[in-house]
């Protein structure tokens, strides 16, 4: 039997990176420095450097990046905001707890809010101010149209970008476009951290420095404090990890993961497979690979583990269908039916940095050779 084929190699990372993990410890147990010091404000240049933003804020996860950003941009209780019922459960949660009424529109044929209902959905309810745009899988939404829209409709925006950091589109960053955007450093992330971790970007000062308030009780200043935050810092050593170890392998990783996405593109052939369709103007950086499946993605799972492949269902349900929402004000535009197309039929294959040629090679064997 081979290896198992991970989502995921954490060993491997850790074995690869541990150089620096250990010096980043050590960096921090030495300085005597372990919260809001030297390490998180030269990670938070360094992500902004590299975001192509003026500047970021660090904080405890992506699910309060989102919040925290929405709160920034002066959204109030009972405000809508619109956003995608296919993605990870945080990016409503964030909206319903800033105060937000979630307003859910459907998915493109890439699994992506599809910009034009948003569009006609904007020009039907004039109350929506607010939008969440979800960069899914790594790829970036036309950046173009989100400009043209925030314009046309004086649109404040969080660009979700927890699964798509350094993604483009014609060659214009994800995160640049909204007045805000969040990133989420968990561990399965592009760029993840080892525990949680996530920030704000944003290039307006006055924005970011309410947010880098929000994210340490509303203060100010020390003992300052002129509106209701939160404690959603991130730690000294999550920002020396990411900053030594983890950033500066970061284009690489990218790479890899775009090599292994080629692999997939031109050799995976199954009739009872498609692939997501693709935009020739988007550079993904393939946080994901999903597959549509037809019949049962279970099935396919099934199949690969059989062969000791791992997979995963990103989402096998939507947002809308949580138990969660029931009871909860929030609205949906017409009836969501790719996104559910997508909930029901979506299965993502391992795509990480630490697979080697022949594990990819393994995937695409067992993909194709799958008879249901
Ligand atoms: C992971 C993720 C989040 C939440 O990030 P956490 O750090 O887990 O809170 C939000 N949105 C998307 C699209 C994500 O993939």
Not at 228 to 254: H, W, Y
Not at 258 to 269: D, F, T, W
Request: neutral net charge.
């Amino acid at each position: 039997m081979h290896n198992l084929v991970p989502m995921m190699d954490f060993k491997a990372q850790w074995h690869e990176t541990s150089p620096e993990l250990r010096q980043a410890l050590d960096t921090v147990g030495e300085s005597g420095y372990l919260i809001l010091g030297k390490e998180v404000k030269a990670f938070e240049a360094a992500l902004a450097e590299y975001c192509s933003v003026s500047a970021s804020v660090g904080c405890a996860n992506g699910l309060d990046a989102i919040e925290i950003s929405l709160r920034a941009l002066g959204l109030q209780p009972g405000d809508k905001v619109l956003t995608t019922p296919l993605s990870a459960f945080a990016t409503t949660l964030a909206i319903i707890r800033a105060g937000g009424v979630p307003v859910f529109v459907d998915v493109d044929s890439r699994g992506l809010v599809d910009l034009g209902l948003a569009e006609a959905a904007l020009a039907a309810d004039s109350a929506i101010k607010f939008f969440v745009p979800v960069h899914l899988y790594g790829h970036s939404l036309d950046l173009e149209r989100l400009r043209a829209l925030k314009k046309k409709f004086q649109l404040k925006i969080v660009e979700d970008c927890a699964q798509a950091i350094g993604a483009s589109w014609r060659g214009v960053p994800v995160g640049t476009v909204g007045q805000l955007a969040a990133l989420s450093f968990y561990p399965t992330k592009n760029l993840g951290c080892m525990g949680d971790g996530g920030a704000v970007l944003g290039s307006d000062t006055a924005l970011i420095s309410q947010a880098a308030a929000l994210r340490d009780y509303g203060q100010t200043a020390k003992y300052v404090h002129d509106i209701i935050g939160m404690n959603s810092r991130l730690d000294e050593l999550q920002a020396a990890i990411l900053r030594r170890a983890f950033l500066p392998r970061l284009k690489s990783v990218t790479a890899r993961r775009r090599q292994i996405a080629q692999v997939y593109l031109e050799n995976i052939k199954n009739s009872r497979i498609s692939l997501s369709s693709l935009a020739s103007d988007c550079e993904s950086v393939w946080h994901l690979f999903p597959l549509l499946v037809q019949g049962s993605p279970e099935a396919l799972a099934a199949h690969l583990s059989n062969l000791n492949i791992a997979s995963g269902r990103h989402y096998p349900g939507l947002i809308t269908e949580q138990k969660a929402l029931q009871g909860l004000h929030h609205e949906c535009v017409g009836q969501l039916e790719r996104a559910t197309i997508f909930a029901r039929t979506e299965l993502s294959i391992p795509l990480h940095p630490y697979m080697d040629d022949s594990q990819v090679a393994r995937v695409v064997d067992a993909v194709n050779s799958w008879k249901p």
